[in-house]
């Protein structure tokens, strides 16, 4: 039921559209004015959105390697101060040398060149060092100087470090641990090279003030957060937002930093995360910048972007629908105009004529309105002349008509006088016009078109008597088939004008009608005075000429009987002519073999 309710309300809206075509053009141009607008501003957002993602990824990429080289300088500085304790003969000489304890202790570590020692490093360092302590295995004492003074106490346990522990190991100790939010401590033993016996060793406790300036290097956003972790992802100084992260997980710090990986970065769905291992990849420097930096970055550009955008889509609806009003306003008039014409209104032809191509259409329209009214006119006029033809043929057909019946009566008056030949002579005149006025088809059969040549042959022989001899040869299985009606009798008439009569002695007219396979061959030869060269060129040049283009002449007669041959059967069949002077002429017709239909063409 839903379904069938929505496909209704679609129809609905979609019909305006379907019977208009302004509509239509509205809203394709609509659509080819807005979806570009709409998808340039996406894509602008989608790219303003990256290039900022790639510039905050460059420039960060740039910082974490700067910091971690700064964080490494600071860091030797620590291991030198460690080294330079660890390294002195004279707290601790070369393990390999055979010097007893005794000796060591009475010569080369006597307690006040430990004292000047640990307190000459303490006041060059204090600004970052808190605390050093020496752990001297020879003494079994730990040396400790801080702001307070040098002390020497046999607890062996710090806590970085317990001392006690460690010389039983026979391990370098080699160590940095987090003591609290303010320090870290480095932890190096020295250590002997034979056995790798501890002979002692030196724990730096360091401040991690110290460390700021690398990590204000980094800190250039007031929304990232900024800190160092240890090897295993545990937070170890954080000068910004407290010991813990807030935004990032510990597992995921855990996966980047015990993975065997050098500096890089990770885009998570909260941000960007950065990381740079330091320190002999003991430590690491953490960056996080959140999502939303980025697309606050970029909230200006996009504000601008889609601002400039509901702008020009609003131009372009606007332009596309005046622009499709006023494009389909002349078409709608003209549709108009062409509605009034089918309730027969002929006044509404378009008088401001545009120039373009709607123009065209309006001057067609009004010619074809034009052309219209004249073809009405002309019609009526046609009807009125085909009526006035009617009636004058009605007349014309009056005289044959009553030639015909008043030849018959003569012919009956012959016969009861007893004078045939007169009845004879009579017949072949009735018969002649009997044939003229019954026009019921253009073709008849080869049998009706002959006995119509005979009488008019007959009426010929009672003119020149004995003078004329006439011969007919007809196949028997020609009679049947049809011919253009008064297609031979014209050809025999000329036969007399042109050739002839100018003859002296005796004439002579043959007619032969054979069949040469599908085709009729019907010949009319008679043995007059013959067509002259030039005359004969003459005739065959107006037989090969359309029949708009003949001349009225003494070959008009054949012409006509060659173009209705050709009109009715086709261009292969006609009329040719040939001539000997004084030897006679010859005209044959050659038309297809078609035979008599069933229903029979009178004549």
């Known amino acids: 039921m839903i379904l069938v309710t929505g496909k209704k309300i679609f129809r609905h809206l979609l019909s305006p559209f379907n019977r208009s075509l302004r509509y239509k053009l509205m809203l394709i141009m609509v659509v080819i004015a807005v979806l570009p607008l709409s998808l340039v501003t996406l894509f602008a957002t989608r790219t303003t959105k990256q290039s900022l993602s790639l510039e905050v990824i460059r420039s960060n990429e740039s910082r974490m390697e700067w910091a971690g080289k700064y964080f490494n300088e600071k860091y030797d500085q620590l291991q030198a101060i460690a080294y330079s304790v660890l390294l002195d003969k004279n707290l601790f000489p070369n393990g390999s040398d055979a010097i007893s304890s005794a000796t060591v202790n009475s010569e080369n570590a006597s307690n006040s060149y430990i004292d000047e020692k640990l307190r000459a490093l303490y006041t060059a360092n204090n600004s970052q060092i808190a605390r050093i302590s020496l752990f001297m295995k020879s003494k079994q ?10 002390r020497a106490t046999s607890q062996l346990s710090t806590p970085s470090m317990d001392w006690q522990k460690a010389e039983m190991s026979f391990e370098s100790v080699n160590m940095m641990t987090n003591l609290n939010r303010n320090l870290f401590s480095i932890v190096r033993s020295m250590n002997r090279f034979e056995n790798r016996e501890i002979l002692g060793g030196v724990s730096l406790d360091v401040r991690w003030q110290m460390m700021n300036s690398v990590l204000d290097m980094l800190h250039s956003e007031s929304s990232s957060e900024v800190y160092i972790v240890d090897g295993r992802g545990n937070m170890m100084y954080d000068p910004y937002s407290g010991p813990t992260p807030g935004s990032i997980n510990k597992s995921i710090l855990g996966q980047i930093v015990s993975a065997p990986t050098s500096a890089g970065y990770r885009q998570l769905k909260e941000g960007f995360l950065f990381y740079q291992p330091v320190a002999s990849d003991q430590m690491w420097l953490i960056k996080f910048i959140p999502m939303r930096y980025v697309t606050q970055g970029a909230s200006s550009t996009l504000t601008f972007s889609f601002v400039t955008a509901v702008i020009f889509i609003g131009f372009a609806i606007a332009f596309s629908v005046l622009t499709a009003y006023f494009t389909t306003k002349p078409i709608i008039r003209l549709t108009k105009s062409m509605k009034a014409v089918e309730f027969q209104n002929f006044d509404v032809g378009v008088n401001q004529v545009r120039s373009d191509e709607i123009g065209t259409l309006e001057r ?3 010619s074809m309105l034009l052309r219209i009214k004249e073809l009405i006119q002309t019609e009526y006029k046609a009807k009125i002349e085909k009526r006035t033809a009617q009636l004058k043929a009605m007349q014309a057909q009056i005289n044959p008509h009553f030639l015909y019946n008043a030849l018959q009566a003569i012919g009956g008056i012959a016969l009861e006088r007893k004078v045939p030949e007169i009845y004879e002579h ?11 006025i019954r026009m019921k088809s253009d073709l008849v059969t080869i049998d009706n078109e002959l006995e119509h040549v005979s009488n008019y042959l007959h009426i010929q022989k009672i003119r020149f008597h004995d003078t004329l001899l006439i011969h007919m040869d007809v196949d028997d299985e020609c009679r049947s088939c049809q011919i253009p009606k008064f297609s031979l009798q014209p050809i025999v008439e000329n036969c007399f004008v042109h050739g002839l009569e100018g003859k002296m002695g005796t004439w002579s007219i043959a007619i032969r009608v054979q069949l040469i396979l599908d085709e009729l ?4 030869e008679d043995n007059g005075i013959g067509i002259a060269e030039e005359r004969l060129r003459q005739i065959s040049k107006q037989l090969t000429q359309e029949s708009d283009e003949q001349e009225l002449g003494d070959s008009m007669g054949m012409s006509n009987i060659h173009s209705r041959i050709k ?8 009329l040719y002519v040939t001539s000997k002077q004084d030897a006679g002429t010859t005209v044959k017709l050659v038309i297809p073999s078609v035979p008599k239909q069933s229903e029979g063409v009178g004549a």
């Open 141 to 150: 004492q730990l040396f400790i100087v801080d702001k307070d003074a040098v």
């Open 567 to 574: 009109l009715i059967f086709g261009s292969d069949y006609g």
């Open 521 to 524: 061959e019907i010949s009319i």
């Open 364 to 366: 067609r329209f009004n």
């Open 426 to 436: 009579v017949r072949a005149i009735s018969d002649l016009f009997r044939y003229t």
